[in-house]
């Protein structure tokens, strides 16, 4: 069977959905420290060069909401991304996604992104299967604290391989799409890789690779 495996931010959707999510807190009022969505590009600079330390960034993005029950912020992150989300979904991923329901084939989103993003996009893109950066509850509020492995570069290929285990099918082909160099050793575990969007970086190395290119975009408005 085939197994359909897709990152998230700046693959799936143009935009990164942790930075989005900061910029929505702020507009809510719960961020209020006017340096952090600066702190947060620097962060994210870190990352686009991989060289981002996965704890620290899940620190700093927690930091403002740990007060925060749950279920509140549960339902606060549905309506970011019906409001936020929806508005950046490539129309290529839109097309692909619906290509492969139809085909009845499997689709997986994994994602350094935490869980509680990450499964409410996966259910927006109408995705079953989903892994993120799952946390430790504490007293019903998500904490900093990492649970298991993270999802994240070479995390990724762990996460995928416990999933596997969990599944009654057995895949023997797998397909990931990513823009990322973080990536990289997802897009060489797999059977077939593809880059979506790739940064400078990842370029470099899926021409060396003979890994696809694709150019996906978002629709562009004439006045």
């Known amino acids: 069977m085939e197994l359909y495996i897709f990152d998230l931010d700046e693959t799936l959707i143009a935009g990164d959905s942790g930075m989005l999510w900061h910029k929505f807190l702020v507009d809510k009022g719960l961020i209020t420290d006017s340096r952090f969505l ?11 060069l991989g060289e981002l330390q996965l704890q620290q960034y899940i620190q ?12 509140f ?4 992150v ?9 508005q950046l979904i490539y129309p290529d991923a839109k ?18 992104t935490v869980s509680f993003i990450v499964k409410a996009a996966a259910e927006l893109l109408g995705v079953k299967h989903c892994i993120g950066v ?6 019903h509020r998500y904490s900093a604290n ?29 397909y990931f799409y990513s823009d990322s160099i973080n990536d990289q050793a997802m897009l060489e575990h797999v059977d077939i890789a593809y880059t979506v969007n790739p ?18 975009q978002t629709h562009q408005h004439r006045d």
């Not at 700093?60 to 279920?71: M, T, W």
């Open 60 to 71: 700093f993005s927690l930091q403002p909401i740990q007060h925060l029950d749950k279920g």
């Open 38 to 48: 600066a702190k947060d590009t620097e962060l994210m600079r870190l990352y686009a």
């Open 199 to 216: 940064c400078p970086q990842l370029s470099l190395l899926a021409k060396q690779k003979g890994w696809p290119i694709l150019n996906w």
């Open 146 to 174: 990492i649970e298991g492995i993270a999802s994240y570069r070479a995390g990724k290929v762990m996460r995928l391989q416990e999933w596997q285990t969990e599944q009654r099918e057995h895949y023997t082909t797998l």
């Open 134 to 139: 799952d946390l430790v509850l504490d007293d």
């Open 73 to 76: 912020i549960d339902k606060l």
């Open 95 to 112: 097309q692909l996604l619906a290509q492969l329901t139809a085909q009845q084939k499997t689709i997986l989103i994994i994602s350094a």
């Open 78 to 86: 549905i309506e970011f991304v019906k409001r936020d989300i929806s």
